[in-house]
């Protein structure tokens, strides 16, 4: 009986240090995911960012041909270049909202 209160003590324990070691692990995993996510998104919204001054640009001279082409074709050109820089800004702020989840 005592052997047996022993063995039972023993596993007690190392069930204990099982459940704080998987919780350290489970708490180190998410920082690091965490982090990763943190620093992809500062890296996506830069890429982002850059590609928004692109299409900026690209809009802005893309104005001189206004007389060249079918005016359809013009206007349809030129919301695209809108909406591009549009879709920019909602991606950059959907990447804010992930950062502010990761910190």
């Known amino acids: ?52 001054i692109e299409v900026m640009a690209a809009e802005g001279e893309f104005e001189q041909y206004a007389h060249n082409i079918p005016r359809a074709s013009f206007e349809l050109i030129r919301q695209s270049l809108k909406d591009a820089a549009g879709h920019c800004d909602e991606a950059r702020e959907l990447l804010r909202k992930l950062r502010e989840v990761a910190e």
Do not use: F, P, Y
């Open 1 to 52: 009986e005592i052997e047996r209160d022993n063995l039972k003590g023993r596993l007690d324990r190392a069930e204990h240090q099982m459940v704080t070691e998987a919780g350290s692990v489970k708490v180190k995993r998410a920082l690091e995911i965490a982090a990763a996510a943190a620093e992809t998104s500062s890296s996506l919204n830069d890429l982002l960012s850059s590609l928004r």
